[in-house]
């Protein structure tokens, strides 16, 4: 069955530091987000991205975020200066098709901790 | 009211026992609505979609109320593995999915 695959599975950075978040969406899938989860709360849209732009962000994707299609299989989610408040799970997540009854496939997600 | 609204729990349940939660949404534009499931430290995965008014998949049963913006999900003869929490999700524009805190349900034996 095909998935979303994303990398590091866990990422601890200092405050300050770059990071880039790496995710390889279901192949034949056109529309790509990512989504964050602060441990004990709900699963935060971030961004979706299509045709190789943003879509919609959320107040939350700041200057500091910004997302890539570097190439025909990579989705990234780079944050510029990390900041305590950027620890979460973050989730890729990939759909088929644009609509409301079109199924979001999640990524197992990558546990970024900042220091 | 909040966008999707659930009660935390835990529901703490026997094995065997049925069990049903609730969700409120505030957009009374949404058509379309998802119950997700998420293990600890794991990722939201589909259980079932909502879409008129109601849906059901084996032990599984969701429902949708337009009128009062509510939607349930149902589970019966509940098992161990059913232990996880239950994430109400209703779509936005453009594909966006928002999400409500979720339900924690604990099966015991």
């Known amino acids: 069955e095909p998935e979303v695959t994303q990398t590091p599975s866990h990422q601890v950075t200092q405050m300050g530091q770059e990071v880039i978040l790496r995710c390889v969406p279901i192949s034949n899938h056109l529309y790509f987000y990512w989504y964050r989860q602060i441990l004990g709360q709900k699963v935060e849209f971030l961004v979706s991205f299509y045709n190789n732009e943003i879509s919609e962000k959320s107040e939350i994707f700041d200057d500091q975020f910004s997302v890539e299609r570097p190439d025909g299989s990579n989705f990234t989610l780079k944050i510029r200066s990390t900041k305590l408040e950027d620890s979460a799970m973050y989730f890729c997540?990939?759909?088929?098709?644009?609509?409301?009854?079109?199924?979001?496939?999640f990524g197992q997600g990558t546990r970024l901790t900042v220091v | 009211r909040k966008e999707v609204e659930q009660d935390p729990g835990p529901f703490n349940v026997p094995e065997g026992a049925t069990v049903a939660f609730n969700c409120t949404y505030s957009?009374?534009?949404?058509?379309?609505f998802f119950w997700y499931r998420q293990d600890c430290r794991k990722e939201p995965k589909l259980l079932m979609s909502?879409?008129?008014s109601g849906n059901e998949d084996g032990r599984f049963t969701a429902q949708l109320n337009r009128a009062s913006q509510y939607i349930s999900l149902l589970i019966r003869d509940s098992k161990l593995s059913d232990s996880a929490t239950y994430l109400c999700?209703?779509?936005?524009?453009?594909?966006?999915?928002?999400f409500g805190t979720g339900t924690q349900l604990k099966v015991e034996l």
């Open positions: 957009n009374s534009a949404s058509q379309s």
């Open positions: 999700v209703v779509p936005g524009g453009g594909n966006k999915l928002t």
């Open positions: 997540a990939s759909s088929s098709l644009q609509g409301e009854d079109t199924e979001a496939f």
């Open positions: 909502v879409y008129s």
